[in-house]
């Protein structure tokens, strides 16, 4: 499908540059009832057409209960994948096919279930950000937002393997004293930053709050102001009555901050790279032009097997369930 895509050309079909595209897109929705989910970290154009902007937890609760015939996801591959499970009679489109993620990359399905053969009686909770494949060998999904919650409401026995983000599996066994297997993945965004350049950037602006997402590591969250969720970070910063704020997450977040704090200063973690940025590569192969092109072909689509969805969508729903139950 993907190859087959690539092939007709539809990234960079021609656009008439007189479109007003986000008109042209409001249109497309109407015409075909369809929704567009965006991510947090997508580039600002895309957050402000979109119906719904959120993170991982978010999305998944909106994806289960649209009415809409059509979902365009703007995110990475793994989301997109998540929509299609619990939605497996809609159409489900991404604008890039080749948005996909350094994370749910570093942990394969195969490895993993010859690791998972090594402890036969552990629990495995996978955090969201994997592909389907590894969620048909998972118990409960979790994500960041509820991923605390849901290890405390197992029994304080159970023993559990968390996959694939090692960061947030080390941020997790902190927070509550259980043993934890974990394996061995990162997120290469949150991976990248300098805590020499934070701690250096705090001391230039003594009163800004360092705002860190758990998928980052352990020596940058000991000096964290606060630590959570993209949604987490973004409603701090509003009850915040700090004015200035270093955020250690994909940049893409700091739109809806601003857009929420226009009198609040927020600055970007520095990296450890030469390029000053900590934009996701994959989050940013999402562009308003294929987002218009898109929904215009209905095209890429996410296509998965039956059997897939069915093993897949049962660690979701377990999630969901909970996630509900906790009021989150």
């Known amino acids: 499908m993907g190859n087959d895509f690539l092939s007709k050309g539809f990234y960079d079909a021609p656009i008439d540059f007189s479109l007003d595209l986000f008109s042209e897109i409001e249109k497309l929705k109407k015409e075909k009832n369809a929704i567009i989910l965006a991510h947090y970290y997508q580039d600002a154009d895309i957050q402000d057409v979109a119906d719904y902007i959120g993170d991982s937890l978010g999305l998944s609760q909106q994806a289960a209960k649209t009415e809409a015939d059509i979902i365009v996801f703007a995110g990475v591959h793994f989301m997109a994948e998540t929509a299609k499970i619990l939605c497996p009679n809609k159409k489900v489109i991404l604008p890039d096919l080749r948005a996909g993620c350094s994370l749910a990359d570093s942990c394969p399905a195969d490895k993993f279930a010859e690791f998972k053969k090594q402890y036969p009686d552990h629990l495995v909770i996978s955090y969201i950000n994997c592909t389907a494949a590894l969620k048909t060998l998972t118990d409960i999904v979790c994500t960041s937002t509820n991923a605390v919650q849901i290890v405390e409401s197992l029994p304080k026995d159970q023993k559990i393997i968390f996959a694939p983000d090692k960061n947030l599996g080390a941020y997790i066994k902190k927070k509550t004293g259980r043993d934890m297997i974990l394996w061995d993945g990162a997120c290469m965004v949150h991976e990248i930053f300098s805590l020499e350049k934070i701690i250096k950037l705090k001391t230039q602006h003594p009163g800004a709050q360092l705002l860190a997402h758990p998928e ?113």
């Open 216 to 328: 980052c590591e352990a020596a940058l969250l000991e000096v964290a102001d606060y630590i959570g969720s993209t949604t987490g970070i973004l409603n701090f910063a509003t009850k915040s009555e700090a004015k200035e704020f270093i955020v250690a997450t994909e940049a893409g977040i700091i739109h809806q901050m601003q857009k929420n704090n226009p009198g609040k200063v927020f600055i970007p973690a520095p990296p450890n790279n030469s390029c000053a940025c900590n934009d996701c590569p994959h989050m940013k192969l999402n562009t308003l032009e294929k987002l218009y092109n898109c929904l215009k072909y209905e095209q890429p689509e996410i296509i998965l097997e039956a059997d897939l969805i069915e093993k897949a969508k049962k660690p979701i729903l377990r999630m969901l369930d909970l996630s509900a139950k906790m009021g989150l």
